[in-house]
């Protein structure tokens, strides 16, 4: 990733604060200037005599205030604007997340995206929050530097060869601890993922104690000591770089004290200069200890950046915050097309990547469709670019004719409503539904001692995973949108229940004009469909229409 694309970025997330971010700081900067002029004053108190000045003390006392007073507005400022700024970061990068087309966020795992939320962001955040500590403990150095030159040449340039002797040896160790901390970046990324194991795969994990073993054993903690060894090595070496930027500093101002006939500075230059030595240590240590910090949030910006960057190919019109779905119209369909559709995941190391196509494929309002077919014939892959959430790489999806276009993908996408083999279960019923008509489904699907609804609230999303899934379909229900796709949604039912849904409540739904595109391996019922469309090899080999036998008057089907 190129390292403009990444500022670019930065300077995008910082662009709306800069006004008061520059505020705080030079606020904080007047601060540090004026606590090193108050030094010079103290100093000058010392050397006046027996009686002190008024203008002297007033002066005192003005610099007093400006010092306390700019070091705690800017400081207060900062940690505001600080906390901002992350929000806006966390706001955003969530932001992309939704945006991003689903094939991209499927190419990334979702440890990742988790470590960059959690890990990243929070590493941004501890350098904001200290950002103007940092700029005025600068200014203080930068004054007290000031105060030294204008005192004497050679205790200035003494000092600035001390200081630069302490800026090349924290520079060395630095150096090692960046290389150090992207290392530390990618054990982060597996602690991440080994985190997702011990607690999505619990159950595995309780099993298998050979899986249990490796994954604690050698991952996890194999993540945990490289983490913990690559910041103590990096945290030796930030200690003996400081502890010999301070001994650097204290020899000088020995050779100072021993040498001042010989350099032919006197008492007053150097008790001055001792003052403002002593006092400015503590700022330049508070800047040799942030350079790690700074480094850290540099990288992690990057890794931001990097992240946003790569979500940056958003889908057009994805409205995250209007209000949208309370009074938006049902939409209505008469048909939706696959015309010469192919597309081709990419190749992976040496396995030749599946791919789906041409498929010429349409199908017509109140129709209940099955897409049958064998693992991996591509009938997920198929929903997916008739949903809208793959986008064709050749050929186009229609609706009622039209061609979708990307910008208006999202408003066809609100035709349907899915449940997927791996669907997200929402506890709650957002707007389309109708809360009243809840009980009736929710008896109807076999759950209603089990879950109702409270305002618009499923009262819990603890049940079985037949259960959960019967809730999908409550959901489903209600949301009223004229097409429903399930991927495999009997398969974990009971055999009477799988019955009652093949039989009952798909003919229920298209008795309503629901359009249903159903994904089934349950062959004893595919006659409940009105046509069969068999997928094998990304291909469609068979589009049936399901002959069913006239009905005799007075026949009960
Ligand atoms: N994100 C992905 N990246 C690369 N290849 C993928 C991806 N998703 C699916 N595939 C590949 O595409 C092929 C079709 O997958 P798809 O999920 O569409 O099959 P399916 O017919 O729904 O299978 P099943 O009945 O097992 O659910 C598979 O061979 C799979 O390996």
Redesign the pocket.
């Known amino acids: 990733m190129k390292q403009e694309k990444i500022f670019g970025v930065v300077f995008r997330l910082l662009r709306p604060f800069w006004p008061v971010v520059v505020f705080a700081t030079v606020v904080g900067i007047l601060g540090g200037l004026a606590t090193a002029w108050l030094l010079a004053t103290i100093n000058a108190g010392l050397h006046d005599g027996d009686t002190i000045s008024f203008s002297l003390l007033a002066r005192f006392a003005g610099l007093c205030v400006l010092s306390v007073a700019g070091t705690a507005i800017s400081g207060a400022i900062n940690s505001i604007f600080g906390q901002r700024i992350i929000a806006a970061l966390r706001k955003d990068i969530s932001a992309r997340i939704l945006r991003a087309p689903i094939?991209a966020l499927?190419?990334h795992r979702s440890w990742r995206l988790m470590s960059v939320l959690t890990g990243d962001v929070d590493t941004v955040s501890a350098f904001t929050f200290n950002f103007s500590g940092y700029a005025i403990a600068l200014a203080i150095t930068i004054g007290s530097f000031a105060y030294l030159l204008s005192l004497s040449t050679v205790v200035f340039l003494l000092a600035v060869v001390s200081l630069a002797l302490g800026i090349v040896i924290n520079m060395i160790s630095q150096r090692a601890w960046i290389r150090d901390y992207q290392e530390v970046r990618v054990a982060q990324d597996e602690l991440h993922k080994q985190y997702r194991a011990i607690t999505d795969g619990a159950k595995e994990l309780k099993i298998s104690r050979p899986r249990r073993e490796r994954v604690f054993g050698v991952l996890l903690s194999g993540a945990a000591d490289r983490i913990a060894a690559l910041k103590s090595r990096a945290m030796r070496l930030h200690w003996i770089a400081d502890a010999a930027g301070s001994a650097v500093f204290f020899v000088m101002i020995g050779l100072l004290l021993a040498c001042r006939k010989q350099l032919g500075i006197d008492n007053a230059v150097i008790s001055g200069a001792v003052i403002v030595l002593l006092y400015v240590k503590g700022p330049v240590e508070q800047i040799a200890g942030a350079l790690p910090v700074f480094d850290q949030a540099r990288i992690s910006f990057a890794r931001i950046a990097a992240l946003s960057a790569e979500l940056d190919q958003h889908e057009p019109n994805i409205p995250l915050l209007a209000d949208t779905g309370g009074n938006a119209p049902i939409p209505a369909i008469q048909s939706i097309e696959l015309r010469g559709v192919t597309y081709a995941?990419?190749a992976?190391d040496d396995i030749a990547?599946?791919i789906?196509g041409p498929i010429d494929f349409t199908i017509h309002a109140g129709e209940l469709l099955f897409?049958v077919?064998?693992?991996?014939?591509?009938?997920?892959?198929?929903?997916?670019l008739l949903l809208g959430l793959y986008m064709p790489q050749q050929g186009s999806l229609l609706h009622d004719g039209i061609v979708v276009m990307p910008e208006d993908r999202d408003r066809y996408r609100q035709l349907f409503s899915t449940i997927f083999?791996d669907y997200y279960l929402f506890d709650d019923l957002v707007y389309g539904a109708l809360p009243e008509e809840a009980g009736p489904h929710l008896q109807r699907l076999g759950i209603a001692h089990k879950v109702r609804l409270q305002d618009d609230h499923f009262t819990t999303t603890d049940l079985s995973t037949g259960q959960r899934k019967r809730l999908a379909l409550v959901q489903a229900w209600l949301e009223r949108r004229p097409v429903i796709v399930t991927?495999?949604w009997a398969a974990d039912q009971d055999p009477d229940f799988r019955r009652v849904f093949y039989e009952e409540l798909l003919p229920e739904l298209k008795a309503q004009g629901r359009t249903l595109i159903v994904?089934s391996?349950d062959d004893r019922y595919f006659h409940v469909a009105d046509r069969i469309v068999r997928?094998e090899n990304?291909r469609i080999v068979e589009d049936d229409r399901v002959q069913r036998p006239r009905l005799v008057e007075g026949e009960v089907p």
């Open positions: 094939a499927e190419a995941f990419s992976r990547p599946f789906l897409i077919g064998e693992n991996g014939s591509g009938k997920t892959t198929l929903i997916k083999s991927d495999e994904i391996h997928m990304g």
